[in-house]
């Protein structure tokens, strides 16, 4: 391990609170994500990660300064009799977070991340499966992770995840030059120059935490009409998560809920998160019987244009790779999961027992014949969820 840092293990809530300030100072000057915040992250294990153990790696340098963090957790399950510990991510479910990664001081970032890894892989013991999902392809841990596996022997399966669209926006770049290129230009034009004329319309955006605690509820609202049940945004406890999460990030300047209205009613949300110079589209939802006006559209420009008159550099969809986005967007990116295994381990075993029988199921697909798999489909939908958020 690289004696300039030295890698310690959080393993309590407490410890992570205490976290808190250096996370923030550390964050503040990364080109990390919102989902890395410490205020997404300790919500989340507030409400989704209280049946996992904190394994949260920090690495400080001589001053005792926090320069690197590899937010995880160990989940068990009873597996054939035995006992399966998964490492995992913080933050990897139920919410819908991307590009999930370590923290880590620029300019430092391959020498810490290696004493990161290097840790991890001193800890083999306590886990039998590492699991990180939602990572940037390009992430430069990715990229140490397949060397370390590699050098030590250890398996290592990568999986695509989420597709990413985004768009980054030319220097000096307009609202008008940006819908020079967008294809449904005309139809934003359009319809907002109709709901102009409409009697109450406007679009205000939320963004201190009393007018978010009013935004919010109206954005789940607006998300439920368009998707329902379907949505993972409509369980009671993601929506708690969020309600506590919100005035956490609307503290830090990193969140903003925008509402379309018309006489006095919204009618389209979107629920955006921002950090340095990136603004995040992480969800929306709008009135069904407003579709016709595209309300959605005319929203969603807004956005646009407020990214571009604020200084953004970029704007990114985040997952899902749906018609209206790649209206917007040139860009894409791509998410990976990897799983990790030491040869001849617990977890080494299960892992390629999954992967044989996702191959089985491949081939069994391919032999059944069409209205059989047909009817598998029709039991298989009931319960199965919207790749929403």
Not at 283 to 309: H, I
Request: with cysteine; aromatic share 10%.
């Amino acid at each position: 391990m690289n004696s300039r840092w030295t890698v310690g293990i959080v393993r309590e809530t407490r410890g992570f609170l205490a976290l808190r300030d250096e996370w923030r100072r550390l964050y503040g000057s990364v080109r990390a994500r919102v989902f890395n915040t410490w205020e997404w992250l300790f919500g989340w294990h507030l409400h989704f990660g209280r049946e996992r153990r904190l394994f949260i790696l920090t690495a400080r340098d001589e001053t005792g300064g926090l320069v690197g963090v590899l937010p995880l957790s160990i989940e068990e399950q009873r597996w054939a009799g035995g006992r399966l510990r998964w490492l995992r991510f913080l933050g990897d479910e139920a919410v819908g977070s991307d590009y999930l990664d370590a923290i880590l001081r620029p300019g430092d970032e391959p020498a810490i991340a290696g004493a990161l890894v290097d840790a991890l892989a001193s800890t083999w013991r306590e886990w039998d499966i590492l699991e990180l999902a939602d990572m940037e392809e390009t992430s430069p841990l990715v990229a140490l992770l397949r060397a370390r596996c590699e050098a030590r022997g250890w398996h290592l399966e990568s999986t695509g995840r989420n597709r990413c669209p985004y768009e980054a926006f030319e220097v000096g770049e307009s609202f008008d030059t940006l819908l020079a290129r967008v294809p449904r230009a005309d139809n934003y034009l359009r319809r907002r120059k109709w709901l102009e004329r409409q009697k109450g319309f406007a679009i205000t955006k939320a963004e201190d935490p009393e007018a978010l605690a009013l935004a919010l509820p109206e954005f789940f609202r607006l998300h439920a009409l368009r998707w329902g049940a379907r949505s993972s945004l409509d369980a009671p406890d993601v929506q708690e998560f969020h309600r506590a999460v919100v005035p956490l990030l609307a503290a830090e300047g990193k969140v903003r809920v925008y509402l379309l209205s018309v006489e006095g009613r919204a009618v389209a949300s979107v629920y955006a998160l921002l950090h340095g110079r990136t603004f995040s589209y992480y969800n929306a939802g709008y009135d069904p019987e407003w579709k016709a006006r595209s309300v959605g559209l005319v929203l969603v420009g807004e956005t646009f244009r407020d990214a571009l008159a604020e200084g953004f550099s970029e704007y990114d969809f985040l997952r899902g790779v749906e018609a209206y986005k790649s209206d917007w967007t040139r860009g894409l990116r791509t998410t990976v999961r990897l799983r990790i295994t030491r040869p001849a381990s617990l977890g080494d075993w299960v892992v390629r027992a999954q992967a044989l029988e996702q191959t089985a199921r491949g081939v069994l697909r391919d032999a059944l014949p069409g209205e059989v798999l047909t009817r598998l489909r029709r039991l298989r939908s009931r319960g199965q969820e919207v790749p929403v958020r």
